[in-house]
């Protein structure tokens, strides 16, 4: 765990704006987690958010997921949210070209949206976004698969931050929250146990 967590960063964080296709949305959570993106953020404005146990392997619970399932228009909720944390808005599209994904700057908080399987993003994230960036293609089809797309997104940026000046590791805070909410979720009856060891050492300070 610690040998992980010493590779996990908020620095780029992933938004995923109602998709519905169970493979993708589990492909995507493996994805961040083999990539060391900590938090990923769900948009549930039509579809719901449904994983694929055989192929996200697990790697939910090693997540930090957040869902924005109860406002009139939850992405202006999530990305709102995202930008008073100060991460940039990034939209990958086919369609608004600003840049490559290898030429986006990495400087500034990353939250790299990625629309639904059969329209892309909505008016919304195009509105609100910061930057536009596309995966060049050199074929006939006009898009990769969105669980592709993310993976590509996901190595091209942490290579580049991985191997900047860029304070991209977690805090100290961050790193013992994590640590602590991944050994809860690998023990029985995690809640009793914490909750007996801050009774007993209320009693006892100095023990």
């Given at each position: 765990m610690l040998e992980v967590l010493a590779q996990r960063t908020r620095h780029l964080t992933v938004v995923l704006e109602d998709i519905y296709q169970p493979h993708n949305a589990s492909a995507v959570l493996r994805s961040c987690d083999c990539?060391?993106?900590?938090?990923?953020?769900?948009?549930?404005?039509?579809?719901?958010?449904?994983?694929?146990p055989?192929?996200?392997?697990g790697s939910a619970k090693w997540l930090n997921l957040t869902k924005y399932?109860?406002?009139?228009?939850?992405?202006?909720?999530?990305?709102?949210s995202l930008k008073d944390k100060g991460y940039r808005i990034v939209a990958t599209t086919p369609h608004t070209r600003s840049c490559s994904i290898s030429e986006l700057p990495i400087d500034n908080k990353i939250a790299l949206v990625m629309g639904t399987e059969m329209s892309g993003i909505s008016s919304t994230v195009e509105e609100m976004a910061d930057d536009f960036v596309v995966i060049p293609m050199f074929g006939f089809t006009e898009s990769f698969n969105i669980s592709?797309?993310?993976?590509?997104?996901?190595?091209?940026?942490?290579k580049r931050i991985r191997?900047?000046?860029i304070k991209w590791q977690l805090s100290h805070e961050e790193h013992e929250q994590i640590l602590l909410q991944w050994m809860k979720g690998q023990m029985k009856k995690a809640d009793l146990i914490e909750k007996e060891f801050y009774r007993i050492r209320s009693t006892n300070p100095a023990g």
């Amino acid at each position: 765990m610690l040998e992980v967590l010493a590779q996990r960063t908020r620095h780029l964080t992933v938004v995923l704006e109602d998709i519905y296709q169970p493979h993708n949305a589990s492909a995507v959570l493996r994805s961040c987690d083999c990539m060391g993106v900590q938090d990923v953020h769900i948009i549930e404005n039509k579809n719901k958010y449904e994983l694929n146990p055989g192929i996200e392997l697990g790697s939910a619970k090693w997540l930090n997921l957040t869902k924005y399932n109860k406002d009139e228009n939850n992405t202006a909720t999530c990305l709102q949210s995202l930008k008073d944390k100060g991460y940039r808005i990034v939209a990958t599209t086919p369609h608004t070209r600003s840049c490559s994904i290898s030429e986006l700057p990495i400087d500034n908080k990353i939250a790299l949206v990625m629309g639904t399987e059969m329209s892309g993003i909505s008016s919304t994230v195009e509105e609100m976004a910061d930057d536009f960036v596309v995966i060049p293609m050199f074929g006939f089809t006009e898009s990769f698969n969105i669980s592709v797309s993310t993976a590509i997104c996901l190595y091209e940026l942490m290579k580049r931050i991985r191997s900047s000046e860029i304070k991209w590791q977690l805090s100290h805070e961050e790193h013992e929250q994590i640590l602590l909410q991944w050994m809860k979720g690998q023990m029985k009856k995690a809640d009793l146990i914490e909750k007996e060891f801050y009774r007993i050492r209320s009693t006892n300070p100095a023990g």
